[in-house]
């Protein structure tokens, strides 16, 4: 399958060419535009291959995701008998990327950060720490395992950040990381030299995610939270 | 007069460069900055509406269904050249269609910036209200000659289409009026449709040029409003 | 210590690299991405508590600031602002001064940098939403972000008119009046129909998109107060 990453960092969209019967899926209302003759079939988001019991718990966490996670219950895949073009965006403005699974590798990614994927990639809910108590900072993930092609999209520019030892990101701005050799756990941000309460209190950081091992995490330049704080005082 | 859009496409900005007495007629709420010679008169448009009560009306009419704005500014550069400079609302490109005599263009109503008199805006209802909610489609007519300033939301395509494409309602921005639409269904039933989070599409045919955006304002607006404190009403 | 501007001017973010132990860097609240273990966070009311009250009231900016200190060399440091746009950086030389609004400022290195937001009485006090504008007097960087793309405009010897939420800041040598734009605007986008003519020999900075005009659009997609 070929593909093309347009228009970024603010503004990027995934255009690719199904070759005949060909299959990508994709988070549902993503789509842009397509050629005639691609047909979107509507699913609920769990393996293709799964069974019963498999679809119920994806049901479930299907629910729980719509809540939590703040993304849809269901995936589009679009495929055609000649094949033909189709474009796909997120709904923010930013950048998307594209992650290979070799089937070793496991993926974390930021549960709204999910575009597009293709061949048996398996994406499975994480929850990173009590979302509720923190006023929506928590952490929701979505673990990628399996083979095949991921795109996820961010919102701001993305940047790649090596780690070796420890390195901290704000819950709000992470995209996603690598799983097989990195610990991560979740604190609030100031207390990495004892806990300060006010920093706690006032420092405007919150939650922020500490990450240990070696690996790579991606990192988004914006966070709609602090998007929500800036544009508060001029709303009427 | 000439359009230049400068830090394209995330954050574009549009100066319109007037010749001395030469006037420019955009949305109200799109100046960021102009020379000191620069007259701005006020008006609920457009004088094609015809006067009084009916433009009022008309422009109403207009606010309610395309979420266009429902003033315009006319822009005159008094004895001396000067330049005036529009910015959107949202993150996004604009582009300068030129319309040449004979043809018409379709533009959705809030991608509409700025033109000069050369060219007619008809405010003619065209489009739907969809039955999903915040799929509303409203289309202005350009007709005459000269430059129309659009803007969009997320990057813009340039399409010349010859054959024919599906594009999600929040997506289009304009299209010559060689290219016919119709809507339709994304998928084949109406629970698929709803489901699949695409809803209704439009199906565009025949010969043209389009223009696609590639961030959808309403799929923004649901995102980020959720997150916002209530309103009062 | 060294900086670098990354995802100029779409979204961009600021990458500090501290090179030794001690070095500093003053940030708003709320700005910090991300950044390595050995680096020391502190929260403090930067000119205590009644100026920091009054920059909250009259700037619309936060009350608190973090100062972020090495504690071993190496440590990176990432800080963004909220909205989407351009991010750069201004470095002022002693006594120099550079004239921000308020909510565009996002950090700054230098202990003897002044962020004044007493200058200019009641002509300091520019009207509409977040627009308090601060002295910023060097020596030091100041790093100030853009919603948008950062328009510069060497002013011309007739003037130049900018509309309000654009400003993002001037240089020294400009005097300004604000005055009310264009009839029906005002009337519709309440606050929000002021302009400031320009005049002098200086340069402003103007944002490409507002602030305003942003909540205007996601005001529908707002969810409505529950009655009583």
């Known amino acids: 399958m070929q593909h093309q990453i347009e228009f970024g960092p603010s503004s990027a969209w995934l255009k690719v060419q199904l070759a005949p019967n060909e299959t990508i899926q994709a988070e549902a209302g993503a789509m842009v535009r397509h050629t005639s003759g691609l047909q979107i079939d509507t699913r609920l988001n769990a393996g293709r291959k799964a069974g019963l019991g498999a679809k119920l718990k994806a049901f479930f966490a299907a629910i729980a995701r719509k809540f939590l996670g703040g993304e849809t219950m269901f995936v589009n895949d679009f495929h055609g008998p000649q094949g033909g073009e189709l474009v796909l965006a997120p709904g923010t403005s930013g950048q998307i990327m594209h992650q290979l699974l070799d089937g070793q590798r496991k993926l974390f990614i930021q549960a709204s950060a999910y575009l597009a994927s293709t061949g048996d990639v398996d994406t499975k809910l994480r929850f990173g720490g009590l979302k509720s108590m923190f006023g929506g900072e928590g952490l929701v993930l979505q673990e990628c395992t399996g083979q095949g092609d991921v795109w996820i999209n961010s919102y701001g520019g993305i940047t790649e950040v090596p780690i070796n030892g420890s390195f901290v990101v704000d819950t709000g701005h992470i995209v996603a990381f690598e799983g097989n050799n990195l610990n991560f756990k979740l604190r609030s941000a100031g207390s990495s030299g004892g806990f300060s309460l006010k920093s706690f209190l006032f420092s405007g950081e919150g939650l922020v995610c500490e990450f240990t091992g070696t690996g790579r995490v991606w990192i988004q330049s914006r966070n709609l939270n602090a998007l929500v704080s800036w544009i508060s005082p001029f709303l009427r | 007069m000439e359009f230049h859009v400068l830090y394209r496409p995330s954050h574009s900005l549009a100066v319109c460069n007037l010749n001395p007495n030469e006037t420019v007629r955009a949305e109200a709420g799109a100046m960021v900055s102009m020379t000191r010679n620069i007259n701005v008169v006020a008006a609920a448009k457009n004088p094609a509406d015809g006067g009084g009560l009916k433009r009022l009306f008309k422009g109403l009419k207009r606010m309610a269904l395309g979420g266009e704005s429902f003033f315009t500014n006319t822009y005159t550069a008094m004895n001396q050249p000067g330049h005036v400079s529009f910015a959107p609302s949202l993150t996004g490109d604009m582009i300068v269609h030129q319309v040449q005599p004979g043809e018409q263009l379709l533009i959705q109503g809030s991608s509409y910036v700025a033109a000069p008199d050369s060219v007619t805006i008809d405010t003619k209802f065209q489009g739907f209200k969809g039955l999903f909610s915040g799929e509303t489609l409203f289309f202005l007519s350009a007709t005459g000659q000269g430059p129309v300033l659009m803007n969009a939301f997320g990057a813009i395509e340039t399409i010349d289409l010859d054959g024919e494409m599906v594009v999600d309602t929040g997506h289009i921005v304009a299209f010559t009026a060689g290219i016919k639409y119709s809507v339709v269904k994304a998928s084949k039933g109406w629970i698929s449709s709803y489901l699949s989070g695409e809803g209704l599409v439009l199906r565009l045919q025949g010969r043209g040029r389009m223009y696609v955006q590639s961030r959808n304002p309403s799929e923004f607006g649901a995102t980020v409003g959720r997150m916002l404190p209530p309103r009062e009403n | ?228």
């Open chain 3, 1 to 228: 210590m060294q900086h670098q501007l990354i995802d100029t001017p779409d979204f961009g973010m600021l990458q500090i690299t501290f090179d030794q132990t001690g070095e500093k860097i003053v940030s708003e609240s709320g700005a910090m991405v991300a950044m390595d273990t050995a680096i020391n966070m502190q929260t403090s009311m930067r000119g205590g508590l009644l100026a920091a009250a009054k920059r909250k009231l009259l700037g619309g900016e936060s009350l608190f600031q973090n100062t972020f200190t090495a504690t071993s060399p190496g440590q990176r440091l990432f800080l963004s602002p909220g909205p989407e746009g351009d991010l750069r950086a201004m470095n002022l030389e002693a006594g120099q001064n550079f004239f921000l609004q308020s909510g565009a400022y996002v950090a700054h290195v230098g202990e003897q940098l002044v962020l004044d937001t007493k200058f200019g009485g009641v002509k300091g006090f520019f009207g509409g939403v977040g627009l308090f504008m601060i002295k910023v007097t060097g020596p030091g960087t100041v790093y100030y972000s853009a919603y948008g793309a950062l328009h510069e405009i060497d002013v011309p010897p007739e003037g130049y008119t900018v509309d309000n939420a654009h400003l993002v800041g001037f240089t020294e040598g400009l005097t300004y009046n604000v005055r009310k734009f264009g009839g029906f605007k005002g009337l519709f986008f309440s606050g929000e129909g002021l302009v400031c003519d320009f005049q002098g020999q200086g340069r402003v900075f103007l944002q490409t998109r507002n602030a305003g005009s942003l909540a205007a659009f996601l005001q529908p997609y707002r969810t409505v107060k529950a009655k009583g």
